[in-house]
């Protein structure tokens, strides 16, 4: 390209006489050159767009399950909430905490404990609950969001849930005790927030514990629900 540069500047002064072959060659070179030019730029920005993309996915991960940590899966409720709002479409939350977890790991090993947990995930991950959006909230309180799902339909899941986590077996003691979970289940009333959704699936779930673990329970209404249903 450089030199088909000077041999045109040459022809333009009139030291070298006018070859149309030349203009053109100049022409499609010019071309070729802002077509790779142009290439190498969509190239970067697709590098530059999955750097950015893994970058937030590993952000909002839970580093060791993989699923959305409490950061990322509490965002994503809001979004659901909104939209389930919008929609006027049910939307559950479940609150879920293994039972009996830390005696599994005074026994057992971390080790053990840390299997536990990538197994319960994989019990999370409902097939039958395409939708179901999985976070850890800490430790082995864990969390799922059911857009779509009424309680009903969340109560299937989690007894789901219970009954596959204790068909896997896993011993929290010598004895053999099953690992089993105690789970809580709100369902979004109307005009209700996030806060108040996660708080009255954490409440139901230590009344679960409470029972005596290894059950699901429903939260009660909102106070604002409740005084509605009264009228």
Request: glycine share 4%.
């Given at each position: 390209m450089l030199v088909l540069?000077?041999?045109d500047s040459a022809q333009t002064s009139g030291a070298l006489p006018d070859v149309l072959w030349i203009n053109d060659?100049?022409?499609?070179a010019a071309a070729f050159e802002a077509a790779v030019l142009s290439l190498g730029?969509?190239?970067?920005?697709?590098d530059l767009r999955r750097d950015l993309d893994l970058a937030r996915a590993q952000a909002d991960a839970d580093a060791f399950t993989g699923v959305l940590n409490?950061?990322?899966w509490t965002e994503r409720l809001r979004q659901r909430v909104r939209e389930a709002a919008r929609a006027e479409q049910p939307l559950c939350v479940l609150f879920l905490d293994l039972d009996r977890f830390k005696s599994l790991n005074d026994n057992f090993g971390h080790r053990a404990g840390d299997d536990a947990l990538l197994a319960f995930v994989a019990v999370l991950r409902d097939p039958s609950q395409p939708r179901a959006e999985v976070g850890r909230y800490g430790g082995e309180e864990f969390t799922v969001a059911l857009p779509g799902c009424d309680?009903?339909?969340?109560?299937?899941?989690a007894g789901r849930a219970r009954g596959r986590l204790r068909g896997l077996g896993i011993a929290v003691d010598a004895g053999g005790r099953p690992l089993t979970v105690?789970?809580?289940?709100?369902?979004l009333a109307p005009g209700e927030d996030t806060a108040s959704l996660i708080a009255r699936a954490d409440a139901a779930m230590y009344a679960a514990k409470n029972a005596g673990r290894?059950?699901?329970?429903l939260a009660a209404a909102p106070p604002e629900s409740a005084a509605a249903a009264t009228r």
């Open positions: 540069t000077a041999i060659a100049c022409i499609a730029l969509a190239h970067r920005a697709l409490r950061r990322a309680l009903e339909q969340a109560q299937r899941y105690s789970i809580g289940i709100a369902e290894d059950c699901v329970m």
